[in-house]
């Protein structure tokens, strides 16, 4: 489409000329559906498979152009991330064979990638969040060097006007702040399209959103970021957030994030969708498009509509209307963007061939669906599903509140086998689909289940970092095995690979839940916490969390040596014996540097540091362990 620039570094006239353009493919499609233009009586599904590339440590590995050279498939392309790549499926008939194919040609495509990716020691995961991923892999050193991409991302910024804000919570919590649109590249979905007629759009298309929520309930596959526990589907709000441009406004201004489930049911059209979009969302990318849609109608031609599209990427609606042309015809689709990558592709598969059933009966029984459940609830349900998954209490039809689970097994999974047997889809099909559905919810294990079960079992086993990396490890295991995740055993620490794996670098082990003092406390406080968490250092930081000393367990035994903690009546502060400008290290650097440092300055702590602020710290009990791993392997060589 020619040059991408985001719209704050183009001129005011680049700004109206792609606005004009937009508009004038706005309008070319309205005529192409008064005219009977849009493509109808076939019905197609495709789907897209995003995923992340892992290295020999189980970590991101950001070699998405090298594997794209080697591989050489057009149905690969590059996603945000250069640790992301994307496979596109044919699009095929929904009908008899369809969803084996579309599992054949996943699995066609993947073992292509796992062949090329053995040659260069890299690894394809199905996940919707990387658990090994760390927020030092979100630079921009590691977004993807396209043009577009960096368009985006500059965008974003502008329109932010500062840094990027993240506020999860769920069993734990997360608080950070990042300067690029780098975490949605910890996103990765995979997505199904499905073709629809004119008239059919607005009813497909709400019905679509109904069920979202229970679909997703099934298929969670997310819970982790950052080795916290979050929602069961965490991609859903760390994408909302990615990408959310929004500034803080007045409480009574309502501003719609980027990333929507929308605010209102579709009555009539598509071009209701692409209107409230275009009404609610500035254009974030401007680009040289010499197309003029409405002269290409008047030609003869099928318009491409490129400003349309263009923009329709960069409002990211959980169900999003497509335009495209295949065959020369043109023709609409629904995106569902609401499922996550993996576990399996067959688990992936039985999602959609659960959505597809679902829209298929729905749509057939409800002439209106909005007739018979309010979009407030429709909505609801989406957030409950992603916090909760299959522990959701969903409203359904008729304002009837039921279980996640109970909903799925006893109301909708026959409406899907109903949906995928009118269309013709065989019974042993639709009964090998759906029958990963009904055994993963009534087993309640799903992707996200597996994973804060694994997670759950190793508690008290290793660090934090090789229980992440364990998780890969299995998931990537099992995952070749080709069985669905409800029949997969837990994952064990032992699979994390050993200390080559977790200790490489200072991140992968370096202590994050910390108790620290402030340099006016007393240090009675600091003696009183070292007894009871038997620690013997503990950092000083002020209120902004920047490290301004270290005190350690000898310093406070000589303190004592010499009469004690309170002089001339006063308790002595944390100021007074504290040692000032510790020597630090960062999380990126290497563990042999550390070792160094401690070596040659004789310390037994090393705080670490990001952007002048305490993130961690090591110690030298953090390298008992390996030593003895170490120790132990080197004997059994002898």
């Given at each position: 489409m020619g040059e991408k620039k985001s719209l704050g570094t183009a001129t005011g006239d680049e700004r109206r000329q792609f606005m004009r353009r937009l508009l004038g493919d706005l309008r070319a499609l309205e005529l192409m559906i008064e005219e009977g233009m849009i493509e109808s009586g076939i019905r197609r599904i495709g789907a897209e498979q995003e995923l992340f590339l892992v290295d020999a440590n189980w970590r991101p590995a950001p070699a998405a152009m090298e594997m794209l050279d080697a591989i050489d498939d057009e149905h690969f392309t590059t996603e945000l991330g250069l640790f992301n790549l994307e496979a596109n499926l044919d699009p095929c008939t929904f009908g008899a064979g369809c969803l084996t194919a579309m599992e054949d040609q996943l699995n066609e495509l993947l073992t292509k990638l796992r062949k090329v990716g053995e040659s260069q020691g890299i690894k394809h995961c199905l996940?919707?969040?990387?658990?090994?991923?760390?927020?030092?892999?979100?630079?921009?050193?590691?977004?993807?060097?396209?043009?577009?991409?960096?368009?985006?991302?500059?965008?974003?910024s502008e329109m932010r006007g500062g840094a990027y804000e993240f506020h999860i919570k769920g069993l734990d919590e997360l608080i950070l702040k990042h300067d690029t649109v780098m975490l949605e590249a910890c996103n990765a979905s995979f997505q199904v399209h499905f073709q629809v007629a004119v008239d059919e759009f607005a009813n497909l298309y709400n019905v679509s959103q109904v069920v979202a929520a229970p679909v997703l309930a099934a298929?969670?596959?997310?819970?982790?970021?950052?080795?916290?526990?979050?929602?069961?589907?965490?991609?859903?709000?760390?994408?909302?957030?990615?990408?959310?441009?929004?500034?803080?406004t007045h409480h009574l201004r309502d501003r719609s994030p980027r990333v929507t489930f929308g605010t209102q049911w579709c009555r009539n059209s598509v071009l209701e969708v692409f209107q409230e979009d275009i009404s609610r969302f500035r254009a974030l990318v401007a680009s040289d498009i010499e197309d003029d849609s409405l002269q290409d109608l008047r030609e003869g031609r099928i318009p491409k509509l490129k400003a349309l599209r263009l923009h329709n990427g960069t409002v990211y609606r959980w169900n999003r209307a497509c335009?495209?042309?295949?065959?020369?015809?043109?023709?609409?689709?629904?995106?569902?963007?609401?499922?996550p990558?993996?576990?399996?592709?067959?688990?992936?598969?039985?999602?959609?061939?659960?959505?597809?059933g679902l829209i298929s009966a729905l749509s057939a029984r409800y002439g209106d669906i909005t007739q018979v459940i309010d979009f407030s609830d429709a909505a609801m349900n989406f957030t409950s599903a992603a916090r909760q998954g299959l522990g959701a209490q969903l409203t359904w039809l008729h304002g009837e509140?039921?279980?996640?689970?109970?909903?799925?097994?006893?109301?909708?999974?026959?409406?899907?086998?109903?949906?995928?047997?009118?269309?013709?889809?065989?019974?042993?099909?639709?009964?090998?689909?759906?029958?990963?559905?009904?055994?993963?919810?009534?087993?309640?294990?799903?992707?996200?289940?597996?994973?804060?079960?694994?997670?759950?079992?190793?508690?008290?086993?290793?660090?934090?970092?090789?229980?992440?990396?364990?998780?890969?490890?299995?998931?990537i295991e099992r995952q070749n095995s080709g069985e669905p995740v409800h029949e997969w055993g837990p994952a064990k620490l032992k699979e994390a690979g050993g200390w080559k794996h977790n200790f490489l670098k200072v991140e992968q082990y370096m202590s994050?839940?910390?108790?620290?003092?402030?340099?006016?406390?007393?240090?009675?406080?600091?003696?009183?916490?070292?007894?009871?968490?038997?620690?013997?250092?503990?950092?000083?930081?002020?209120?902004?969390?920047?490290?301004?000393?270290?005190?350690?367990?000898?310093?406070?035994?000589?303190?004592?040596?010499r009469g004690g903690t309170a002089q001339d009546g006063r308790q002595i502060p944390v100021?007074?014996?504290?040692r000032r400008n510790p020597h630090t290290i960062g999380p990126e650097a290497s563990t042999l540097e550390a070792i160094e440092l401690m070596r040659e300055h004789r310390i037994g702590c090393l705080p670490?540091?990001?952007?002048?602020?305490?993130?961690?710290?090591?110690?030298?009990?953090?390298?008992?362990n390996v030593s003895a791993e170490l120790l132990e392997q080197k004997l059994k060589e002898k």
């Open positions: 996940t919707g969040i990387l658990p090994t991923m760390r927020q030092s892999d979100l630079g921009l050193d590691n977004m993807t060097p396209m043009p577009r991409y960096h368009a985006l991302n500059n965008a974003m298929a969670t596959n997310s819970p982790l970021l950052f080795g916290r526990q979050l929602w069961r589907e965490t991609r859903i709000a760390l994408f909302q957030q990615a990408v959310d441009t929004r500034s803080s335009y495209g042309i295949l065959n020369g015809k043109p023709h609409l689709r629904i995106e569902n963007r609401v499922l990558s993996g576990p399996t592709v067959i688990d992936q598969v039985a999602n959609s061939a659960f959505w597809f509140v039921l279980p996640a689970t109970n909903l799925i097994c006893d109301k909708l999974m026959p409406l899907a086998e109903e949906g995928l047997l009118k269309r013709g889809i065989p019974e042993d099909e639709v009964e090998r689909y759906l029958g990963i559905i009904d055994k993963r919810v009534s087993s309640h294990q799903t992707g996200s289940q597996w994973l804060v079960q694994s997670l759950g079992q190793m508690r008290g086993q290793g660090t934090k970092s090789e229980q992440l990396n364990a998780l890969v490890a299995a998931t994050t839940d910390l108790y620290t003092v402030h340099e006016d406390e007393s240090l009675e406080l600091v003696a009183s916490l070292m007894e009871w968490e038997r620690i013997r250092h503990i950092p000083v930081e002020d209120h902004e969390q920047r490290l301004v000393g270290l005190i350690s367990y000898r310093a406070l035994l000589k303190l004592m040596a100021s007074d014996v504290m670490v540091v990001k952007d002048e602020r305490l993130v961690g710290v090591i110690t030298e009990w953090d390298f008992m």
